[in-house]
Nanobody, 126 residues
Framework: QVQLVESGGGLVQTGGSLRLSCAAS????????MGWFRQAPGKERVFIAG????????SYADPVRGRSTISRDNAKNAVYLQMNDLKPEDTAVYYC???????????????????WGQGTQVTVSS
């Protein structure tokens, strides 16, 4: 089992940047694929970015591709999401998620993930 705690959200102006962090507990973090999702008010939770257990493969949703970078540090049990050129439509609660999976196919559905953090709010002002 793994517990996840996100941090790094906040209020930023359009065009600004944020780096979200997700700290994970547990001794087998390196065996978990990780994902970032976001949920805007009144909308479904959607996939933003994913990274495989070893950190060699990443995937991005179209709305953030080219503006965001997901990375992980297995020695620190952490995954990160660097977001640049933020837009008001990026405003949402951002969640990190984990699934015990060593494969190379990255998961993009919320139902694919077993563990979730509590979320961190990102607000982009226009």
């Amino acid at each position: 089992q793994v517990q996840l705690v996100e941090s790094g959200g906040g209020l930023v102006q359009t065009g600004g940047s944020l780096r979200l962090s997700c700290a994970a507990s547990g001794r087998t973090f390196s065996r978990y694929a990780m994902g970032w999702f976001r949920q805007a008010p009144g909308k479904e939770r959607v996939f933003i970015a994913g990274i495989n257990s070893g950190g060699s493969r990443t995937s991005y949703a179209d709305p953030v591709r080219g503006r965001s970078t997901i990375s992980r540090d297995n020695a620190k049990n952490a995954v990160y999401l660097q977001m640049n050129d933020l837009k008001p439509e990026d405003t949402a609660v951002y969640y990190c998620a984990a699934v015990y999976y060593n494969g190379i196919i990255l998961r993009t559905r919320p139902s694919d993930y077993d563990y979730w953090g509590q979320g961190t709010q990102v607000t982009v002002s226009s």
